[in-house]
């Protein structure tokens, strides 16, 4: 889906061109709001929902929900954190192989 938003809307201005475009101006505007409410009140909301249903199926009460809840939060940052440090090292390493290969490639001319 984001591959093909990018094709049609190449400017960088991402889902909020995208709604622009089909919605209009005004109604983009409002996309940094909403993805702020997103993450604000949805993904604690979402992990709270994830705790309650791990409290359904062992037991435990009110802390297993709330620990549950926090293992999830921490295990989606931690692999967030994980992935953006991948992504950029694999960048560094293909950037860096890309100006050897470049430099070795004048050195053999």
Wanted: no cysteine.
């Amino acid at each position: 889906m984001f591959t093909d938003m990018v094709r049609l809307i190449p400017d960088g201005s991402g889902i909020e061109g995208f709604i622009a475009r089909g919605l209009g101006s005004h109604i983009a505007a409002t996309v940094p709001l909403l993805f702020l409410s997103v993450v604000v009140l949805g993904i604690p909301a979402g992990v709270l929902v994830a705790g309650e249903y791990l409290r359904s199926a062992i037991g435990g009460g009110m802390v297993v929900q709330l620990v549950g809840a926090l293992a999830i939060l921490v295990v989606a940052i931690t692999t967030n954190l994980v992935g953006a440090a991948m992504r950029r090292m694999s960048r560094q390493a293909l950037q860096s192989r890309g100006v050897r290969d470049s430099v070795q490639g004048q050195e053999h001319h």
